[in-house]
């Protein structure tokens, strides 16, 4: 058998009547369309269901398959307690899904349960199909911080592990659309949010899940969404299958946009292989970019991909500039993967012999000792984007009014604790803005006075093509 059917539904929990206590009535076409959904769930009579959840349970590089016989779960945070459900999992499904991950040294597995209770973005799904169908075992799944790509990746595994057991399955990829649709929502208005539902409805509505994967970290992250990850997950499920695809609903009264669309499979599609066409792309403007790179990002590239791939210290190359091995400088070395940040470390004063011997040192640290950040990985190599900072020198200045976000880096100071900003970031816009991330990163409290410094900075970067062409 194979994937019957895949579903991309929301999970507010007010559309319970129990909760809801007529709220609900506000959203009356997405109830409709839940319940259009569920019935042809139940026309499926799926021996599996497989669940992702953002609610379950998320690591940053790691995929969380539910481990276990089955788990149970009711609505006793959202004041009803009486709504319950239980489940049982689908082991053979579950082993043979780890078995493949393992084998492929792909990210994925049971290992981290925390709480095994089910979270309200598995139970409001199956408030609906149990409805219209019971006769089933779960596969619950959660997300992960990992790259959209890996998601879907994550996918096409889940696909191979229904076509090895032959099970007649269907997918549903719980996510609500944005959380910032309106200024009296629950999370304020950001002009992101209407946008991303725009756009993922017209996505999903066409059943175009190579374009998911154009959506940037950055967008979806002020667009306030909680559901793209589920999505990618369920198209890279539906990789190299045709579709019958269709819009049920979309409304958003609350300030949080609910969307239901429904895929039923028709046979195989060779040409719908997103991944390897998003892959191609990427190597064709990785190779573009690299054109454009100058010495100083060749420099760290050469030395982060050496590092990462044989953990070995590059030597310095011939025929550098002069001024990158005859001077001295702070450096700092920025390392983005798919437009989110990877790794930042440098130095405010130079520490090693030359500029360049100062990049290769940070490189090799922005990469692997990042605290925020586990070791850059080889597979992630190819999706970088790096920029590297020389610092100039710095200025004693004694009022915030001596500094331009845009023009100036700032360097904070209270008695041991030192923090270091870089000037013109992305969503960094004013000076207070500036003066209280570097604090932060300082550990100084923004109601503590410490000293100011500013510097300016020769900024070695390469925009990407899909930079450039948003």
Not at 318 to 327: A, G, I, R, V
Not at 405 to 425: A, D, F, Q, S, W
Request: a negative charge; charged letters at 25%; proline letters at 5%.
């Amino acid at each position: 058998m194979a994937i019957l059917s895949a579903y991309m539904v929301p999970h507010p929990p007010l559309i319970l009547p129990e909760i809801g206590k007529g709220q609900e009535q506000a959203i009356g076409h997405t109830i409709n369309a839940y319940h259009e959904a569920a019935q042809r769930i139940g026309r499926d009579q799926p021996d599996t269901i497989i669940l992702f959840s953002p609610h379950q349970i998320m690591y940053s590089d790691y995929f969380h398959i539910s481990p276990g016989k089955g788990a149970k779960g009711d609505f006793a945070r959202f004041r009803a307690g009486t709504v319950k459900m239980e489940v049982s999992y689908d082991t053979d499904f579950v082993q043979k899904l780890c078995d493949l991950a393992d084998h492929a040294a792909f990210p994925a597995g049971t290992y981290g349960e925390q709480n095994n209770r089910l979270d309200h973005g598995t139970m409001v799904p199956l408030y609906f199909i149990n409805q219209y169908w019971k006769n089933y075992h779960l596969v619950r799944i959660g997300l992960s911080g990992l790259p959209l790509i890996k998601h879907y990746e994550f996918g096409r595994y889940i696909k191979e592990t229904v076509h090895i057991l032959g099970r007649k399955a269907v997918l549903i990829a719980s996510g609500d659309l944005s959380h910032r649709l309106k200024e009296e929502g629950p999370y304020g208005y950001q002009k992101e949010g209407p946008e991303y539902d725009r756009r993922i409805m017209d996505v999903m509505e066409r059943a175009a899940f190579g374009e998911l994967l154009d959506f940037s970290e950055d967008f979806c992250e002020k667009a306030g969404e909680c559901g793209h990850r589920s999505f990618t997950i369920m198209a890279g499920a539906l990789d190299e299958t045709a579709l019958l695809p269709k819009k049920l609903s979309y409304e958003g009264p609350f300030g949080v946009g609910y969307g239901i669309c429904c895929y039923h499979t028709a046979g195989p599609d060779p040409s719908r292989n997103f991944q390897f066409q998003y892959e191609e792309k990427r190597k064709t403007a990785l190779l573009q970019q690299r054109e454009r790179e100058d010495g100083y990002i060749r420099l760290a590239r050469s030395t982060i991909e050496t590092y990462i791939r044989t953990g070995k210290i590059i030597n310095l190359p011939e025929n550098l500039d002069k001024e990158m091995t005859s001077q001295k400088a702070g450096v700092f070395v920025s390392i983005k993967e798919d437009g989110r940040l990877r790794g930042c470390i440098g130095t405010i004063q130079a520490v090693q012999d030359s500029i360049a011997e100062e990049i290769i040192a940070n490189a090799i640290s922005a990469s692997t000792k990042d605290p925020r950040f586990s070791p850059i990985e080889p597979w992630e190599l190819d999706r970088l984007t790096i920029s590297v900072d020389v610092l100039g020198g710095k200025e004693k200045i004694s009022s915030p009014d001596q500094l331009d976000p845009r023009r100036y880096g700032v360097i904070v100071t209270k008695g041991r604790k030192r923090g270091l900003l870089l000037p013109n970031l992305e969503g960094v816009d004013t000076v207070e803005e500036q003066i209280a991330i570097a604090k932060r990163k300082a550990g100084i409290r923004e109601t503590e006075q410490a000293e100011l410094e500013r510097f300016e900075v020769i900024r070695h970067e390469t925009q990407t093509l899909n930079e450039e062409g948003s």
